[in-house]
């Protein structure tokens, strides 16, 4: 299922001969269906296919299953402790017949309800809460009282049952105009946050246009397309009505009533969800195609989490610099104000994400973020650490089909193994403090696409051991059951509470403080959000906190003072504050103050600042919005030094504001053989970063530097910016055409005969052979077919020949247009072939790594293959490579862009909007005005031949495979 290209899993590619390998996850591999999901999950002894591995003191219990309900996308959990489940049955029916998948035929996706009436820890209990055509394979829920929240694009819906008969009597469009219909990148779950405000995410199928209910308007987007046949139109640099450019995917929060619509953090890939702990902290997962690039990441408000260019105009595979890893280049690590990208969890398709608080599990479960990783078949445990201003994430496996084999799964060694199919889309916790996992269950997850025709789908129940949880009868009517519920483990439980004792207002107060004694941490925190807004008086008190021993204290009194718009009075105390946590917190409310008002605030965070801390440097970036050279004034006076001998503090305070007035000391700087290399290549990046005539020219003559480094990386800085930034601010050298040499010429003499339609056919034929095996007639000869000059009976006269060229991107780009032919390839028959993994090392450096890295050897054309054995197993590698057009990785799509003049580019978009730039298989990038393009299609085959055309066997492949699933 591609859940959320969150799912993706989607597929890495492996370029043979030239570029890309997959658009992997078409392919995982799909065994001969069961009789029926459901006998193959539950029969535990046969297949063991239902078991989960988890620690010691914990237990799994299979809570429901099929047929009670189908394709679990996400869940809630309700005050009865009963399970709510959105479906998504029609999940991609442009890519599955749905008579094909299920026996019973659907008018819309529906919401379910579970429920376990008896108490014996599993449900028997399933009926439909609705069923409504406003449903396409919806991703989240929230059930709030007697209000069913539904995330499905464009709309955020709304059902009320007000009678209480478990059936909807009114449905409210809450929010519409969000992208991604049928899309995994789009409208995600929201849940209610401490504050009483709802929380939501949605991811980078934009464009997103969206109007709250007070007028104000969010306008994002992305050049990101594709995913579905719906998703056709996207681009950045879109202003919202805040004057800011938003991009990719969003985290926002809205009021209750509809108003106030807010970003709270952007330019994610598909985050599946952001989820709050009770102190106010946003934490979210985060993944990409790439092997390497899942994330797991605190949240920090108004975060850039750096996919894209930061005005969406570009992939991050444009803004790759030289030297950099994919890790750091992919969420623009070293780009200034980003936010850091947290855990980097490897490959994998993240998905559902909660942060335990509850007792019922033990405490040393208390304050455990919980990520569902789909694509690996876990749940991903974390207990963050203060780090600075932010957090430190050390990751463990807490649930998994598959047992641990030191550090590998048992996975990744077999090929028909029903674990595979666990596929946690989501996780909750209820009321009864038990964690309850959706299983969306398919061998597949990624590409948009889904393989189990059942629809079948799980949810388990984690307990402690050889205890029984209890869903507490909760009493709503009182402030004695309203508190109960305020401390209640489930989230949108607990907001019931908040509410409740909310209405009561200063009367509840002495009640709601004494939860400031309570023994939960997390129990104090949510009575600090009450109080903020249980009258005057319960605000004073909360005034009180600022001042508290506890820095827990402080930091959410600060937090829920600044939701209720009355921090202005104590910003300048606060920056004074011992914990970086809460100082941050300062930064983060000074962005929209002028700098006359934040200016004793900005002052006393950069003294504080300790010239490490990377979150508490993004906090003062963020304070210092709009108002950059006056802050950085301000740095030059109090901390001042020769740009050459620069702490620390003065270097990376420089690097974050890159203000025009610093040119002259960046310069002097990135010049200086005095200066490290790293802080000089920092210099330069700050430099690259300013949007001014003076910085181009300074970067230029940084271009001819006697410091090899320099020379380089400004020369870098010079050709990239051209293209986007720089683009009109110098009168840049075109690019120089081709020179005609004797041996093109006579190419074109040749291409005469072939284009001629009065010459007779044999002679057409010839001349094309002819041209077919030189590098320049190879080109010539694609483009003539690219622009349907190139009829089918000479294009399959010379297939075998241009097959052969010498030159790379004329083989590769003849693969999207000249027949193959090729023998099919049977996956399971090779599979079983032995593999000479030393022979699969020499076809690998001799085909593929020309365009792919595979350890040190190869180049960064294509995706880096090196840990692809941690993504996928042998059939599914396979399929890739047999099939390399089954899904194609997201960034790696390729264009043919046709210019008014007749030239024609090939390859991958690296960039779009008034300057497009191409990067073709060979690694060459190409840049068009968008005003001189006249065609630009997107093609729908991957730039990887298929292996029969680079002239590989069966015994190849298994070899290839059995070198790239077992390097070490």
């Known amino acids: 299922m591609n859940i959320t290209s969150t799912l993706p899993l989607s597929k890495s590619v492996l370029?043979?001969?030239?570029?890309?390998?997959?658009?992997?996850?078409?392919?995982?591999?799909?065994?001969p269906a069961p009789e029926s999901p459901r006998q193959s999950a539950v029969s535990a002894v046969a297949d063991?296919?239902?078991?989960?591995?988890?620690?010691?003191?914990?237990?799994?219990?299979?809570?429901?299953?099929?047929?009670?309900?189908?394709?679990?996308?996400?869940?809630?959990?309700?005050?009865?402790?009963?399970?709510w489940i959105t479906e998504a049955v029609n999940y991609r029916d442009f890519n599955t017949k749905p008579a094909e998948r299920l026996s019973h035929k659907q008018k819309g996706d529906r919401v379910m309800i579970l429920e376990d009436k008896d108490g014996d820890g599993k449900a028997e209990s399933a009926k439909v809460y609705v069923e409504d055509s406003l449903l396409t394979a919806p991703l989240g829920i929230a059930v709030i009282g007697n209000k069913t929240i539904v995330s499905c694009a464009p709309n955020l819906l709304i059902y009320t049952d007000t009678d209480g008969d478990d059936k909807p009597d009114k449905r409210e469009v809450f929010l519409t105009g969000f992208g991604g219909f049928d899309h995994d990148h789009s409208l995600h779950s929201l849940i209610v946050g401490p504050d009483g405000k709802y929380y939501f995410n949605t991811g980078n199928a934009g464009p997103h246009k969206v109007t709250d209910k007070g007028g104000w308007t969010l306008r994002s987007g992305s050049l990101y397309t594709g995913g579905t046949p719906y998703n056709k139109q996207n681009e950045g640099n879109q202003k919202s009505d805040d004057g800011r450019i938003w991009v990719g995917g969003l985290a926002l929060r809205i009021n209750p009533d509809g108003t106030g619509l807010k970003v709270l953090g952007h330019n994610f890939r598909n985050s599946y969800e952001v989820c709050l702990d009770s102190y106010g902290n946003m934490w979210q997962n985060d993944n990409d195609d790439q092997v390497i690039t899942c994330r797991v990441s605190f949240l920090q408000e108004n975060g850039?989490?750096?996919?894209?260019?930061?005005?969406?105009?570009?992939?991050?595979?444009?803004?790759?610099?030289?030297?950099?890893?994919?890790?750091t280049t992919h969420w623009h690590q070293e780009d200034p104000g980003v936010m850091p990208a947290g855990d980097n969890s490897g490959a994998g398709s993240p998905t559902g994400i909660v942060f335990y608080e509850g007792d019922e599990l033990g405490e040393n479960y208390r304050g455990t973020l919980l990520s569902c990783e789909a694509g690996r078949n876990?749940?991903?445990?974390?207990?963050?650490?203060?780090?600075?201003?932010?957090?430190?994430?050390?990751?463990?496996?807490?649930?998994?089909?598959?047992?641990?084999?030191?550090?590998?799964?048992?996975?990744?060694?077999?090929?028909?193994?029903?674990?595979?199919?666990?596929?946690?889309?989501?996780?909750?916790v209820g009321p009864d403090g038990a964690i309850y996992i959706a299983?969306?269950?398919?061998?597949?997850?990624?590409?948009?696409?889904?393989?189990?025709?059942?629809?079948?789908?799980?949810?388990?129940?984690?307990?402690?051991?050889?205890?029984?949880?209890?869903?507490?009868?909760?009493?709503?009517s009182t402030t004695a059951g309203l508190l109960d519920a305020l401390k209640s483990p489930a989230i949108n439980v607990r907001s019931l509470g908040f509410e409740g004792l909310k209405a009561k207002g200063e009367a509840v107060l002495p009640e709601v403080k004494q939860l400031l004694a309570a023994e939960n941490p997390y129990h104090q925190a949510r009575a600090i959000w009450l109080m903020a807004q249980l009258g005057e008086q319960g605000n004073a008190e909360v005034v009180k906190l600022l001042s508290s021993p506890n820095a827990m204290h402080r930091l959410t009194a600060?937090?829920?003072?600044?939701?209720?718009?009355?921090?202005?009075?104590?910003?300048?105390?606060?920056?004074?504050?011992?914990?970086?946590?809460?100082?941050?917190?300062?930064?983060?409310?000074?962005?929209?103050?002028?700098?006359?008002?934040?200016?004793?605030?900005?002052?006393?965070?950069?003294?504080?600042?300790?010239?490490?801390?990377?979150?508490?440097l993004e906090a003062i970036g963020t304070a210092a919005d709009g108002k950059e050279a006056d802050v950085y004034t301000y740095v030059r006076e109090a901390l001042k030094a020769d740009p050459i001998h620069w702490d620390s503090r003065r270097a990376n305070l420089t690097w974050r504001l890159h203000p025009v007035i610093a040119l002259d000391?960046?310069?002097?700087?990135?010049?200086?053989?005095?200066?490290?290399?790293?802080?000089?290549?920092?210099?330069?990046?700050?430099?690259?970063?300013?949007?001014?005539?003076?910085?181009?020219?300074?970067?230029?003559?940084?271009?001819?530097?006697?410091?090899?480094?320099?020379?380089?990386?400004?020369?870098?800085?010079?050709?990239?910016?051209?293209?986007?930034?720089?683009?009109?601010?110098?009168?840049?050298?075109?690019?120089?055409?081709?020179?005609?040499?004797?041996?093109?010429?006579?190419?074109?003499?040749?291409?005469?005969?072939?284009?001629?339609?009065?010459?007779?056919?044999?002679?057409?034929?010839?001349?094309?052979?002819?041209?077919?095996s030189d590098a320049n007639g190879g080109n010539i000869l694609v483009d003539m077919r690219v622009q349907g000059q190139l009829p089918d009976t000479i294009a399959r006269s010379v297939s075998e020949i241009i097959f052969k060229n010498h030159d790379q991107n004329v083989r590769v780009v003849a693969s999207q247009f000249f027949p193959r032919n090729g023998k099919v390839l049977k996956t399971d028959f090779i599979s079983r072939m032995h593999a000479d993994p030393s022979n699969g090392e020499k076809l690998f450096s001799t085909i593929c790594a020309a365009c792919h890295k595979h350890g040190s050897k190869g180049a960064e054309i294509g995706p880096d293959l090196t840990t692809i054995h941690k993504k996928f197993d042998k059939a599914a590698l396979l399929d890739a490579i047999i099939n390399p057009s089954a899904s194609m990785v997201f960034g790696y799509e390729s264009y043919t862009i046709v210019t008014k003049k007749g030239e024609t580019y090939f390859g991958f978009l690296m960039s779009d909007g008034a300057t497009v730039v191409l990067k073709d298989a060979a690694g060459q990038q190409h840049t068009i005005k968008a005003d001189q393009i006249k065609t630009r299609e997107k093609m729908p085959s991957s730039l990887m031949p298929e292996p029969t055309a680079l002239g590989l066997n069966e015994q190849d492949l298994a070899d290839l495979t059995g070198y790239l699933l077992n390097f070490k």
């Open 15 to 31: 370029f043979a001969g030239s570029i890309l390998l997959v658009s992997l996850l078409r392919a995982m591999w799909q065994p």
């Open 48 to 83: 063991d296919s239902s078991r989960l591995y988890l620690p010691d003191d914990l237990e799994a219990t299979l809570w429901a299953e099929a047929p009670m309900f189908y394709n679990p996308t996400n869940m809630d959990i309700d005050a009865k402790g009963r399970v």
């Open 304 to 327: 850039n989490a750096g996919y894209f260019s930061s005005d969406g105009s570009r992939y991050w595979q444009a803004d790759r610099r030289p030297g950099q890893d994919i890790f």
């Open 378 to 428: 876990v749940i991903f445990a974390y207990q963050p650490q203060p780090q600075g201003a932010g957090f430190a994430l050390n990751r463990r496996d807490l649930i998994s089909s598959f047992p641990r084999v030191s550090e590998r799964y048992e996975w990744y060694e077999t090929d028909q193994d029903y674990r595979k199919w666990f596929r946690p889309s989501d996780v909750a």
């Open 439 to 476: 299983d969306w269950y398919d061998p597949v997850v990624g590409g948009h696409a889904m393989k189990d025709k059942k629809g079948y789908g799980r949810i388990y129940r984690i307990t402690p051991k050889g205890k029984k949880l209890i869903t507490p009868k909760l009493d709503f």
């Open 558 to 616: 600060f937090r829920a003072l600044k939701s209720m718009n009355k921090t202005i009075a104590f910003l300048e105390q606060v920056s004074k504050d011992a914990d970086a946590s809460v100082r941050r917190e300062v930064g983060i409310a000074l962005r929209d103050l002028s700098y006359d008002q934040a200016f004793e605030s900005i002052s006393n965070l950069i003294k504080n600042y300790d010239g490490k801390d990377p979150w508490m």
């Open 665 to 772: 000391e960046l310069k002097a700087r990135a010049a200086s053989p005095k200066v490290a290399e790293p802080e000089r290549r920092k210099a330069l990046t700050a430099i690259g970063f300013i949007k001014n005539k003076k910085a181009a020219e300074a970067m230029v003559a940084l271009s001819k530097s006697t410091l090899p480094d320099v020379a380089s990386q400004a020369s870098y800085w010079i050709n990239f910016r051209k293209s986007n930034d720089w683009a009109g601010l110098m009168n840049w050298e075109e690019t120089t055409a081709q020179a005609i040499t004797p041996a093109y010429q006579r190419m074109l003499n040749l291409k005469k005969t072939v284009a001629d339609k009065t010459q007779p056919i044999s002679q057409r034929i010839e001349t094309a052979r002819k041209m077919a």
